[in-house]
């Protein structure tokens, strides 16, 4: 069995839905997102650690859950071209799709089921609200945790060629670590030079994966 490990942001998307939240927010202010975009940044660069990334991150953001639904809206125009395009490919192998992020599942579930990603095959962060706000974030989730892409992929413990598709450095970790069989560069939104002497494949676009792995 052959199993394909989506990242989402950049990636599925064509923006890191985190930014886009901060955006939408009510209290938006260009100060906070300047921010937030090079924290991401550098966390995407493994410059800094992932947990304080996100940690920092959602301390700037501050939303609700209205705005969370208008992101969604946002989110929806913002699939990466060349996964709109195959949608027959992703919903034929949707059991072997398993969507791997680090953003929340609030931003990620409504978009990608209506590709055909299974429900129980997204792994995803979960924000903590307090009346409607958004407060903070399971920190007992994997995924929050620096390395936890690593510590999810081993608890998963999936027997067959794991392939992994992403943008990032934490995409990269898995293969780094031993977990994955290949990690393909994904470049159809954002080409981070630093990773990509550490990608087995660099793909423009989800079309030349689907021609690799025939
Ligand atoms: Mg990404």
Same mark, same amino acid.
């Given at each position: 069995?052959?199993?394909?490990?989506?990242?989402?942001?950049?990636?599925?998307?064509?923006?890191?839905?985190?930014?886009?939240?901060?955006?939408?927010?009510?209290?938006?202010?260009?100060?906070?997102?300047?921010?937030?975009?090079?924290?991401?940044?550098?966390?995407?660069?493994?410059?800094?650690?992932?947990?304080?990334?996100?940690?920092?991150?959602?301390?700037?953001?501050?939303?609700?859950?209205?705005?969370?639904?208008?992101?969604?809206?946002?989110?929806?125009?913002?699939?990466?071209?060349?996964?709109?395009?195959?949608?027959?490919? +992703?919903? !034929?192998? *949707?059991? @072997?799709?398993? &969507?791997?992020?680090? /953003?929340?599942?609030?931003?990620?579930?409504? %978009?990608?089921?209506?590709?055909?990603?299974?429900?129980?095959?997204?792994?995803?962060?979960?924000?903590?609200?307090?009346?409607?706000?958004?407060?903070?974030?399971?920190?007992?989730?994997?995924?929050?945790?620096?390395?936890?892409?690593?510590?999810? +992929?081993? !608890?998963? *413990?999936? @027997?067959?060629? &794991?392939?992994?598709? /992403?943008?990032?450095?934490?995409?990269?970790? %898995?293969?780094?670590?031993?977990?994955?069989?290949?990690?393909?560069?994904?470049?159809?939104?954002?080409?981070?030079?630093?990773?990509?002497?550490?990608?087995?494949?660099?793909?423009?676009?989800?079309?030349?994966?689907?021609?690799?792995?025939?």
């Amino acid at each position: 069995m052959n199993y394909f490990i989506i990242d989402y942001d950049s990636t599925f998307i064509k923006v890191e839905s985190l930014d886009e939240l901060s955006k939408n927010s009510k209290n938006y202010n260009i100060k906070a997102q300047k921010k937030i975009e090079k924290i991401t940044e550098l966390g995407m660069e493994g410059k800094i650690s992932f947990s304080e990334s996100l940690g920092k991150r959602i301390r700037l953001i501050k939303c609700d859950k209205e705005d969370i639904n208008k992101t969604i809206q946002t989110l929806d125009g913002l699939v990466s071209e060349s996964f709109k395009k195959n949608i027959p490919f +992703l919903k !034929k192998n *949707n059991d @072997k799709i398993i &969507i791997i992020s680090s /953003g929340f599942h609030e931003l990620i579930d409504p %978009i990608v089921v209506k590709y055909g990603i299974k429900k129980e095959n997204i792994y995803a962060n979960r924000f903590l609200y307090k009346n409607q706000n958004i407060i903070g974030y399971d920190k007992n989730n994997y995924l929050s945790q620096s390395q936890g892409k690593v510590k999810l +992929l081993r !608890k998963l *413990n999936l @027997k067959g060629k &794991i392939h992994v598709i /992403g943008d990032g450095y934490t995409d990269y970790e %898995i293969k780094k670590e031993g977990l994955a069989n290949s990690f393909y560069l994904f470049t159809e939104n954002i080409k981070r030079e630093s990773i990509v002497k550490s990608a087995d494949y660099l793909l423009k676009s989800l079309d030349q994966f689907i021609k690799i792995i025939k």
